[in-house]
Nanobody, 125 residues
Framework: VQLQASGGGLVQAGDSLRLACVAS????????TGWFRQAPGKEREFVAA????????YYSDSVKGRFTISRDDAKNTVYLQMNSLKSEDTAVYYC???????????????????WGQGTQVTVSS
């Protein structure tokens, strides 16, 4: 499956953005999907994940209550709605997908088989 992330940009603290990840090449509904981010000089970190059919969602503590992950399988798209953005949210955001997501594995980049190219989110304070 090929993934294309979009929706990043430059915003001010407190603003909102919605990222989108469009999948192609395989039946998207078969895949669990996650969002990760990587700031300069830091390791890639987990942001949010959603299982097939949206049965379960997961969030990092740093974004819980501010970000919402959702999916529209009819559009082969997963969204990340980001509200109340902070300067520390500045990073390149990546979407990733996997056909099998272990209950303890959603947090780890290595659990995801497919990756998109990333979209830059910059939050100015």
């Amino acid at each position: 499956v090929q993934l294309q992330a979009s929706g990043g940009g430059l915003v001010q603290a407190g603003d909102s953005l919605r990222l989108a990840c469009v999948a192609s090449g395989r039946t998207f509904s078969y895949f669990a999907t996650g969002w990760f981010r990587q700031a300069p000089g830091k390791e890639r970190e987990f942001v949010a994940a959603i299982r097939r059919s949206g049965s379960s969602t997961y969030y990092s503590d740093s974004v819980k209550g501010r970000f919402t992950i959702s999916r529209d399988d009819a559009k082969n798209t997963v969204y990340l709605q980001m509200n109340s953005l902070k300067s520390e949210d500045t990073a390149v955001y990546y979407c990733a997908a996997t056909p099998i997501l272990r209950s303890s594995g959603y947090y780890y980049p290595k659990e995801y088989e497919y990756w998109g190219q990333g979209t830059q989110v910059t939050v100015s304070s």
